[in-house]
Structures are given as structure tokens and as C-alpha cells.
């Protein structure tokens, strides 16, 4: 590849590096305020949803921008666990899965799967609905045969959260347990244009279908300076060992201009209410030893690169302390994200298909100028 010219490098110091600041579309779903650091479901803020509501009632309001009706919640709840199941054929997939396997690399697999066999509903709700019901089921699925243990069928009688921890446990999970899966799937839910969401109103624009569309979201959650950046910052725990090895480990991380993860973020510059509410979940639980030992490092890294680098934790700086608190493995951390978010991913590709315009931006040419195609017998060796 040839090196970038000076000329060039000016020239792309003066686009929008990574489409920063670019408002690529004019939304009605989630507002967030890097400001004040806080987030916002159809004007909803994320911290009173998280306390009052759940993860259903979310997912409606997401999708419909008005919180349900009594009965309306109760048909839509229903209409969800009814719509659990997998299809026979992606199971059978499923079954071939090398228990090695990338977890969300099997996701996306499933996910393709289920644009070839799942029952298409007539409306864009039926789809969405029946994706959103089957991604803990599909999660929860691709855990177990991991595993190397069968997986369980969904039950109609419970909520999501609670259904979709017991398929991954294989036994119901206690209240507490099921309460903070429903906040953290609600956490979850949406979050603006991040890359998933963005990747997904590209294809939807297209007029691909809406499980291409959002198959094109679950791809773009794989990397770790997006969705992937949990598992890393359970890593980073390992690595660090206790709370007296967090300066070094600091240290050592800044001397190699490397990216510590779980921190910083493309809107939320100071911090932001998601964290704050999983550090204080984080806080409330942690009940053993080593549960207590490892949020003090977390606690201890936040302070740190707070003072030396005035840079904050991301979402996905507590979430995989909670989640290993519901004794969810780091390889599924990614899957678990992906289904929490797919509810508003969903409200998204629906968004876009309701003012459509193709997305299609510009690229400034920087290569060589028109040539003459030279026959290979005549060219001469450039080394
Ligand atoms: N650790 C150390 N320094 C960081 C950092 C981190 N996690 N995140 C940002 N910075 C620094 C950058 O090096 C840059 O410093 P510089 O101006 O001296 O070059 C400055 O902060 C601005 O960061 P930038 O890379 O321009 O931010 P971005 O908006 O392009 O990237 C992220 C945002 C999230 C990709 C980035 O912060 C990151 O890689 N974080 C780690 C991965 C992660 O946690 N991802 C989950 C996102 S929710």
C-alpha cells in the first residue's frame, strides 16, 4: 500500500474522521445528552424505566414511542413468550456448532438461519416481535451446546428476563437475580446511532429484509471498541490480580499508548448515567470476597484514569461483573448485549423504513491519477 501523502493527511484531518459529529439521521426513539450524561427512551429517562418498568414494557414503548395499556401489556407479554421457540432447523444448525466457537460469530449464524426458516408474519411487528422473543432462546441455545449440554426449551408462563436466564442456567433464577437481568436487558435496550444500530439502518435502506438488516447489527457488535469491550474488561480484571497492581497495570497501558478498555465513548465525553447505575447495582451486590475484591479494582482503574486521563467508563465497564454475578460466562457476554439491544435495533431499521432513503455517502478520491493498462510481459519489476 502506498504511503498517505501530506497533502492527503490534511485532507482527511479536514472530513469527519469516523463520521464524528455527522448526524446521519433524524431520530424519535432514544435521545441521549452527553452533558448531563443521561438517556432517554421516547422522553422516558433510562433511570426511572430501569426502577419502574420492564423489560417488556420497554420494548413496547420502544417500538410503538407510548407506554402500553394493562391490556395491552398483558397480550404483547404474551404474544412475546408465545413466540419464543426456535425453529426445528436452526436448532438442527445449531447442533453442528464447534464448541469453540466465536458466541456471536453463532449468533449471526443464527440469526441468518432464522431469515431462512422463520414463520415471516405479515406486518414488520410480527417479525419483530419474533426475532426479539428468539434471540434469549438462540442465546441462551448456543451457550449450552457450547457447553456440550442440550438446549432447553422456552417456557410460556415466564417473563423474558427470567426465561432466558433459566434456559442459560438450566434451573429458574432466583427474583433478585431475574430483577437485574430485566435491568440490564432494559440498559441495554437502545442507545441511540452506535455502530450496531448504524450498520443496520444501512442494509434496511436498501430494502433488504429486516433479518438481514439486523444481521448486519449482530456482525458489528463482535469488535471490542464496541459491544466486545466487556469481555475485555473482565480480562483486564484477571490480569490486574488485586487492587495494589492497578497503578502499574495503568502505567504500563499508557507507556504503550494502549486503549484501556472500557473507557471513553464518541458522545458521552464525561460519563454517563448507564455506568453510574450498573457501578451502584455493582455495589449493592457484590457478596463474596472475590466479587467485593474485584469491583475494588474497577472502582480503583475508573479513579485513576479519571485523575491522570479525565477519561470516564463506558456501559460496558460494570456490565460483565454483573453478568458473571448472574453466572453468565465472559464468551456470551457479547450475545447477551446483542439481545438486550435487539428491541431497539429493531425500532431503528423500522424508523428508517418509514422515511426511507437509500444510504449512500461520498468518498474523496486520494489514488493515482487515470493510467494506460500495461500488458504483464511489459511491465518492469518495481522492487
Ligand atoms: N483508553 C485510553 N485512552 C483512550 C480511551 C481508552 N479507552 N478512549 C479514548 N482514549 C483517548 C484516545 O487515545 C484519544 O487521545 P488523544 O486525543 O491523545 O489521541 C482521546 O481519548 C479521544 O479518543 P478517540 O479515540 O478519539 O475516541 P473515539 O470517539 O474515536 O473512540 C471509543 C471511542 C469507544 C472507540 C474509544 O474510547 C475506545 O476505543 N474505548 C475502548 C473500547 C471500549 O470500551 N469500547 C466500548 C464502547 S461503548
Known sequence: MAARTEAQKDRKESQSSGLQGVVVASTAITRIDPVEGRVYFRGYEIDELVTKSNYEEVIFLLWHGRLPTKDELASFSQRMAQSRDLPSQVLSILRELPPDCNAIDAVSLGVSALGLFDRRGKTFEDNAVSISAKMGTLVAAISRTKLGVAP????????????????????????????????????????????????????????????SAFGAAVEAFKGPLHAGASEAVVEMLDEIGGPMGVETYLEAKFARKEKVMGFGHRIFRAGNHITAIM????????????????????????????????IYPNMDYYSGLLFQHLGIPGFLFVPVFAAGRTPGILAHINEQLSDN???????????????????????????
Open 152 to 211: 432447553i426449551p422456552p417456557r410460556t408462563d415466564l417473563n423474558y428476563a427470567t426465561d432466558f436466564l433459566r434456559m442459560l442456567k438450566g434451573k429458574e433464577p432466583s427474583e433478585a437475580d431475574a430483577k437485574l437481568m430485566d435491568g440490564m436487558l432494559i440498559l441495554h435496550a437502545d442507545h441511540e446511532m452506535t455502530v450496531s444500530t448504524f450498520a443496520a439502518r444501512v442494509v434496511a435502506s436498501t430494502l433488504a429484509d429486516v433479518y
Open 279 to 310: 457501578r451502584d447495582y455493582s455495589e449493592k451486590l457484590a457478596a463474596t470476597d472475590y466479587e467485593k475484591k474485584r469491583l475494588a479494582i474497577l472502582v480503583n482503574v475508573e479513579r485513576l484514569m479519571v485523575e491522570k486521563k479525565k
Open 357 to 383: 432513503r437509500l444510504i449512500r455517502p461520498s468518498a474523496e478520491y486520494v489514488g493515482s491519477g487515470a493510467r494506460s493498462y500495461v500488458p504483464i510481459s511489459q511491465r518492469q519489476s518495481t522492487g
